[in-house]
């Protein structure tokens, strides 16, 4: 069965502190994507990686980086956590001889206080 | 680049009545339609998909209609139960060297009440 993990499930931090978020998926996949969740806005991507070490911004890319060194982690950094950042973060990733399903891990609530 | 409107963003029905969900798009080169399904707790998982040589795809209960002329799909529910009450997003895709890119939109809160 097809798995997508994710760190942690709730987080809360400080404004200012440095987090990380992290994804492992087991399916060998070679896109992976992260994205937050907020009411009335849908999914936006924040950031996506087709290969180790390569990225690509997504549409809301400021305030974030990422790191890829093996093929089945996929890191989301905040670099200096702020309250507007607060939010649900999810995780996916999608095979590219898989067909076009993007499969979720269960998400991160992060709060920044 | 693309972009996805979604309506209505919550609908409340009786249980055994049927829930449309609609959506447009902008960028004529999409050609994929997914719809996730996201359950309280869980991340969205996929529930029906349609690409652009199709005008509809029903699996069950559920059927998604594609109009590229007005640019325009949706999601359609029959016999609908408790179980069906969740948060479905509509997206769209270019696939070819999009690496799976998704543009989704702003998701429909679904009750349905026994």
């Known amino acids: 069965d097809v798995k997508v993990t994710q760190s942690s499930r709730y987080l809360v931090k400080r404004t200012g502190e440095k987090v990380f978020l992290e994804c492992v998926q087991d399916?060998?996949?070679?896109?992976m994507f992260w994205y937050r969740q907020d009411p009335g806005l849908g999914l936006r991507l924040i950031y996506f990686?087709?290969?180790?070490?390569?990225?690509e911004k997504g549409d809301i890319p400021e305030g974030y980086s990422v790191s890829r060194e093996k093929k089945e982690r996929f890191s989301l950094i905040l670099e200096s956590a702020s309250t507007n950042q607060t939010s649900m973060y999810l995780c996916?990733?999608?095979?590219?001889?898989?067909?076009?399903?993007?499969?979720f891990g269960p998400g991160t609530r992060l709060t920044v206080l | 680049g693309e972009n996805v409107e979604q309506h209505p963003s919550t609908l409340s029905v009786q249980e055994g009545d049927s829930a449309v969900i609609k959506c447009t798009y902008s960028?004529?080169?999409?050609?994929?339609f997914p719809w996730y399904k996201q359950e309280l707790g869980k991340g969205p998982q996929l529930i029906i998909d349609?690409?652009?040589?199709?005008g509809e795809k029903k699996d069950q209960r559920i059927a998604v209609t594609l109009n590229k002329t007005a640019k325009h799909f949706s999601l359609h529910i029959t016999e609908t139960q408790p179980e069906d009450s969740a948060v479905y997003f509509c997206?769209?895709?270019?696939?070819?060297?999009?690496?799976?890119?998704?543009?989704f939109g702003q998701g429909t809160i679904l009750t349905v009440h026994p």
């Open positions: 996916a990733s999608i095979g590219s001889g898989s067909g076009n399903e993007q499969f």
């Open positions: 399916m060998d996949h070679e896109n």
């Open positions: 990686s087709y290969d180790v070490k390569m990225k």
């Open positions: 960028d004529s080169a999409s050609n994929y």
């Open positions: 349609i690409r652009s040589n199709v």
């Open positions: 997206a769209a895709s270019t696939g070819g060297t999009s690496y799976g890119k998704l543009t």
